[in-house]
């Protein structure tokens, strides 16, 4: 390899890159999908446009294309985290089987009987044929968890559905690949016309075995890293070099037993990463920080093998084959509904399910994409129509599929826009009883925290200072002007009122109301015990400004960030409702590094927590952290 040219091709390939990256983000002003911006761009700065990135440096920068692969493949591998699928297996594993089936055969049959419709395989003898629909169909299979990940991130979607659909297309990823090298194997032999008897299928097993093995081992290298204090970047660098090497590796041992055995022993680097991504996730200590490493380096990778995708393609090849494409979409999509009704009934889900579990299966990325591109290599005499075909295809699937996933996740009441009271626990609404400088001052503060909140006047007082508040007049404290006001939607109730007020208040609202938190500002010490002994929260203005000023001497930097005076930074109480978390140690919760576990409740008594409590359900979690990512993990605890 000429390195002078090497570097000449590396620089002008990376400036295509950030124009792409650039470009992309206007295609996603316009509602297209980011993939969709970076191949057109790749398109344009290809050979069969501008000529920026030519035939030869196609060739030279292949290796960029391996890389990505590796990362793909590690991504998807780190998705399938088993102890977050426990409660619907059921699910799962009927549905996986549907979709991986009956879209596998119903696709191969299909695709071979309308061969003649498609033009490159028009020609091809009937092995052949068979060969290349089997290869369409295991493409056909997989699904992009970064985009299913993505729309239920963006609807706030949990629940049994939601679930089902984040099991079946992680497990579906490892699969496909799985499939794949079966099924390349078996096409390239029909293709080359080798016997495929038994001493082939043998090998094929040796082959698959020996590619698990080595993910094993590869899971056990990607965890030193991380045994280290390198920082990130240091330690994504370190993944991207253990992925290319598998590539290499496979390679060396493609030449070697050719040489030796004139026959070629194949591992499936695909499958030996996304092997070793499942073992470090699901048997070491170090899950998190190696998805947080692979959500640093994923963009760019996701951006150089999307445009050097496009750039390969010829817009004259894209064009002929997008009436093909556009049908084979179809195809896909009616094989899929067969397959979800199948899942929905064979696992005895809700009936309502039946009709609309293909939905969040339509969208595909970078796992189809990276085998569409092994196999344009593998057969460069119509690799290419076959890869702008499925390219075709995931543009189509990214336009229609995150739409449809979205609606089926609104028709199921999974997903979780808006804060409302009926359908959402975060819906937080507080009411202030007492109009006052103070309860003023409160009010724009949980505002500021988006509150809904209201305050009860009792001593018609002018209530124009509380501008934006709204503010109800309130003449007698007896249940039926409390009902009047719907206390029973509010979250929270703060009192602040004379004590024999707050306590007839707080009296009604224990025995007719029962609100989630009831905080009382005290004034006379004798009625602690009254309100303690109704679960009221007792704040004491006298000893809490010395507490107070306590803590900021003696620890500023912690008592401001408990305030939340830090900027950006909160705190919040998180009930545990999902059972899938129920019996997980504190430890193995997917948290971002930003948030820390300042405590445990747990019958309303708080618990020594560490990184090895198991949670239950109805756990109270205190957590602390930036706002950002405590309104990202709040759903994730919820059912």
């Known amino acids: 390899m000429d390195i002078k040219l090497l570097i000449i091709f590396l620089v002008g390939f990376f400036i295509v890159a950030i124009a792409a990256n650039q470009i992309a983000k206007v295609f996603q002003k316009i509602k297209f999908p980011l993939i969709t911006g970076l191949i057109i761009t790749g398109i344009i700065a290809g050979s069969s446009v501008l000529n920026f990135i030519g035939a030869k440096a196609l060739d030279e920068l292949y290796f960029l294309n391996e890389i990505a692969l590796s990362i793909i493949a590690f991504s998807a591998g780190s998705e399938l985290y088993l102890n977050e699928l426990r409660s619907r ?18 696709s191969t ?71 794949f090298a079966i099924s390349l194997s078996i096409a390239k032999a029909l293709i080359n016309d ?13 082959e698959l075995l020996a590619s698990f093995g080595l993910g094993y081992l590869a899971g056990k290298i ?62 070491s200590k170090h899950r998190i920080e190696f998805s947080e490493a692979l959500q640093e380096i994923s963009p760019i990778i996701y951006i150089v093998f999307f445009t050097l995708t496009g750039a390969s393609l010829s817009v004259q090849t894209l064009m002929s084959v997008f009436g093909i494409a556009v049908a084979l979409f179809f195809l896909r999509l009616i094989t899929m509904f ?32 990276g085998l569409a591109t092994i196999i344009s290599q593998e057969f460069p005499i119509w690799g290419q129509q076959f890869e702008a ?10 336009l229609v599929g995150p739409p449809l996933f979205k609606w089926s996740l609104n028709y199921v009441k999974e997903s979780h826009l808006k804060a409302k009271t009926s359908q959402f626990k975060g819906a937080q609404k507080a009411v202030i009883v007492g109009f006052e400088n103070q309860s003023v001052a409160l009010a724009k503060q949980l505002q500021k925290h988006n509150w809904k909140v209201r305050i009860i006047n009792t001593e018609e007082k002018n209530g124009n200072e509380a501008a934006d508040i709204e503010v ?23 009192l602040m009122l004379s004590d024999e007020d707050n306590f007839k208040l707080a009296e009604l609202i224990y025995e007719h109301i029962g609100s989630k938190d009831v905080i009382v500002r005290l004034n006379k010490r004798e009625y602690f015990e009254k309100f303690h002994k109704l679960g009221v929260l007792i704040i004491e203005p006298a000893t809490a400004m010395v507490s107070l000023l306590d803590h900021f001497v003696r620890s500023p930097s912690a008592t ?80």
Not at 90 to 99: A, E, P, R, V, Y
Not at 478 to 485: A, D, E, V
Request: proline share 3%; aromatic share 10%; with cysteine.
């Open 194 to 206: 080798e016997a495929t008897d038994i001493t082939f299928f043998i090998i094929l097993i040796l």
């Open 560 to 639: 401001s960030l408990l305030l939340g005076m830090d900027e950006g930074q909160d705190t919040i109480d998180i009930e545990v409702n999902n059972k899938d978390i129920h019996g997980i140690r504190l430890r193995e919760l997917r948290l971002p590094s930003d948030i820390l576990v300042l405590s445990v409740k747990r019958k309303g008594q708080l618990i020594v927590s560490h990184g090895y409590t198991r949670l239950r359900l109805g756990d109270i979690i205190t957590m602390i952290g930036s706002e950002i990512s405590l309104n990202e993990i709040k759903f994730k605890f919820d059912t």
């Open 389 to 398: 075909i499925i390219i075709a295809i995931i543009v189509i699937n990214q």
């Open 472 to 494: 109800i007049e309130l003449k007698t404290i007896c249940l039926t002007s409390l009902k009047k006001i719907s206390l029973k939607k509010t979250e929270t109730i703060i």
């Open 338 to 369: 067969f397959g979800g009704i199948f899942g929905v009934y064979a696992a005895k889900d809700f009936k309502k399910y039946a009709f609309i579990a293909w939905m969040p299966y339509l969208t595909q990325a970078g796992v189809a994409l």
């Open 89 to 106: 297996i059921n699910s799962i594993k009927w549905m996986t089987l549907g979709q991986l089936v009956i879209t596998f055969v119903m």
């Open 222 to 283: 990607l965890q030193i890293p991380f045994l280290t204090k390198a920082d990130k970047q240091v330690k994504g660098v370190s993944i991207i070099i253990i992925g290319y090497s598998i590539y290499l590796f496979s390679h060396y041992i493609k030449i070697i037993t050719l040489e030796f055995f004139h026959h070629e022993f194949v591992l499936e680097p695909l499958l030996i990463c996304i092997i070793g991504s499942f073992v470090l996730t699901n048997y």
């Open 109 to 179: 049959a299909v695709i071979y009987f309308f061969a003649n419709q498609i033009p490159f395989m028009a020609d091809m003898p009937s092995t052949h044929k068979i060969a290349v629909a089997v290869l369409f169909a295991t493409i056909f299979v997989a699904r992009s968890p970064s985009s299913a990940i993505a729309v239920i991130n963006e609807m706030r979607a949990n629940g049994p559905f939601t679930k089902t659909v984040m099991g079946v297309t992680v497990v579906k990823d490892v699969l496909v690949i799985i499939l």
